[in-house]
Structure formats: structure tokens, C-alpha cells
């Protein structure tokens, strides 16, 4: 996400998916960066999540630290100063106006019902995904044997540069 964020904001990147917090930062310092979710289609909706593991020696203090951060007071100053919407209602009403109305934080409704959780994306909507994003970064439909040959190629040099240290080594040990 660095990489998207520096490409971004130095003008080396156009387009780029990105976490509504780090994207209100760069529409914050640069003018010239817009913040788009599709109005009919949606988005995935997603919130961060603070998880005990089961068996945690210090299951106890893990939810008093999670209490303390979910206290609408120390959500409101954890949003303002990592720049993420918090789910806390009541932290919403000790933030500034201008950041609870700001779409990017706190998209409306009409976002929000055409939007959707991704669980566990089935495997070709994944395939489908990462495909659709090589194209973007290449600038259009890439040859997908030529890549596979490429990184095959280097794949069998790294191996045979491996083998053959290893060779080395037993020589000099002889």
C-alpha cells in the first residue's frame, strides 16, 4: 500500500484501489486526487477487527483493551488521528462535522445497500480479480503464456545457480 500511496500522490499512478483512510490523506494533501466508489455497483464493505486467540494467557486485560478502545471518547481521537470511520456511534457524535460527513469516512446509504462483505470470494472470482488488476498495471490484456514462460525461465536459472554453488561447495569440501 506505500507503493500506491508514493505513486499516487507523486503523479506516477492514475488509478489505484485503496483504504478510505489512507485515500482521505491523500485527497487531504493533494488537490488533484479524487476518492470514487461505483454509486450503482458498489464496493466490498469491510471493518477492521480487534480478535483475542483462543487460549491468550491475558484474555482478561485483551478485553479491558478493547473496551477502553471501543469508550466513545478514545474511538473519536483514535479516528481522528489514524484517519479509519469508527463503527462507534457514539464516538461519531464527538467528531467533527465536516468528517462525519465526508463520503469517503462515512459513505451514504445509497452506497452502502449496493455494497457487500466479501467472506471467502469463490476461487474464479478471485482469479477473475487478479487478472482484471494485471491488465490495469500492464495497461491492457497481457500474453499470459509468455508471462508463465518468463517466470519459468527465471524459476529454473535461480535453481540452476542454486545447484551449482552447491556443487561448488562439495568440490572445495573434497
Known amino acids: 500500500m506505500d507503493q500506491i500511496f508514493d505513486k499516487m500522490a507523486n503523479g506516477d499512478a492514475w488509478l489505484a484501489p485503496y483504504y478510505a483512510g489512507d485515500a482521505a490523506t491523500l485527497v487531504a494533501d493533494n488537490p488533484n486526487i479524487g476518492f470514487s466508489i461505483p454509486t450503482k455497483e458498489g464496493t466490498n464493505f469491510f471493518v477492521d477487527a480487534l480478535c483475542i486467540p483462543k487460549g491468550a494467557a491475558h484474555k482478561k486485560e485483551a478485553e479491558e483493551y ?12 483514535n ?55 494485471a491488465e490495469v498495471k500492464m495497461g491492457g490484456p497481457g500474453d499470459t503464456a ?5 517466470l519459468a525461465a527465471f524459476l529454473l536459472l535461480y535453481i540452476g545457480i542454486v545447484v551449482y554453488k552447491k556443487m561448488k561447495v562439495k568440490r572445495e569440501l573434497k
Open 66 to 77: 478493547i473496551n477502553f478502545l471501543c469508550d466513545p471518547e478514545i474511538a473519536a481521537a
Open 79 to 133: 479516528m481522528d488521528y489514524i484517519g479509519y470511520s469508527t463503527p462507534e456511534s457514539a464516538a461519531k457524535e464527538l467528531l467533527p462535522e465536516e468528517t462525519v460527513e465526508n463520503p469517503i469516512f462515512y459513505p451514504p446509504q445509497e452506497i452502502l445497500d449496493h455494497s457487500e462483505v466479501f467472506v471467502n470470494l469463490p476461487e474464479e472470482t478471485s482469479l477473475l480479480l487478479d487478472s482484471l488488476w
Open 146 to 150: 509468455t508471462l508463465v514462460a518468463v
